[in-house]
T-cell receptor, first 111, second 113 residues
């Protein structure tokens, strides 16, 4: 099946710093989403971005489908950005509803 | 619109028991997917239902089963619980389960003693 790799596994920042999280995937995808998992376990949607670039406030994301990677940018980080960030994809074909997740990036933002 | 809801939020069971978890999707969404999250294995896909039919299934034993009702609400059942079934169970809904956004519920945290 499709493989999803995220880097770095851990990231420690000072408040105000910028960061880039990367997601590589091994095959073509119909769906790519970025999530932030809060301390209570809920997955919060950040972006649905199978291709192209999107921005939402301090966050932006770019997916280059032909090169099989996606980037999540966090600017002017805040302590509330701490948590785990997941990239997840649905492979092309008949992978109905099956998101395959990366192992996540654990982000810690210190005040 | 109300988000995806899951009940119960927390559950404690003993080995050998069975458990049923419930998921109510966003109104109008017909696809419901279930996932298991554990520290060791991460987030893994269990199965997906669309219009009361299972369209996709992950690599889990037959003790894990599910169903979907005509109102798109879904349940998953785990029989003969094992210690390793302790996990956060998440469900997600989407319009059609493909090239659309999946929205996740808050999860059910199951502890098996």
């Amino acid at each position: 099946g499709i493989q999803v790799e995220q880097s770095p596994p851990d990231l420690i920042l000072q408040e105000g710093a910028n960061s880039t999280l990367r997601c590589n995937f091994s095959d073509s995808v119909n769906n790519l989403q970025w999530f932030h998992q809060n301390p209570w376990g809920q997955l919060i949607n950040l972006f649905y971005i199978p291709s192209g670039t999107k921005q939402n406030g301090r966050l932006s994301a770019t997916t280059v489908a032909t090169e099989r990677y996606s980037l999540l940018y966090i600017s002017s980080s805040q302590t509330t950005d701490s948590g785990v960030y997941f990239c997840a994809v649905i492979a092309g074909g008949t992978s109905y509803g099956k998101l395959t997740f990366g192992q996540g990036t654990i982000l810690t933002v210190h005040p | 619109k109300a988000g995806v809801t899951q009940t119960p939020r927390y559950l404690i069971k003993t080995r050998g028991q069975q458990v049923t978890l419930s998921c109510s999707p966003i109104s109008g969404h017909r696809s419901v997917s279930w996932y298991q999250q554990t520290p060791g294995q991460g987030l893994q896909f269990l199965f997906e239902y669309f219009s009361e039919t299972q369209r996709n299934k992950g690599n889990f034993p037959g003790r894990f089963s599910g169903r979907q009702f005509s109102n798109s609400r879904s349940e998953m059942n785990v029989s003969t619980l094992e210690l390793g079934d302790s996990a956060l169970y998440l469900c997600a809904s989407s319009l059609v389960g493909g090239v659309d956004t999946q929205y996740f519920g808050p999860g059910t945290r199951l502890t098996v003693l």
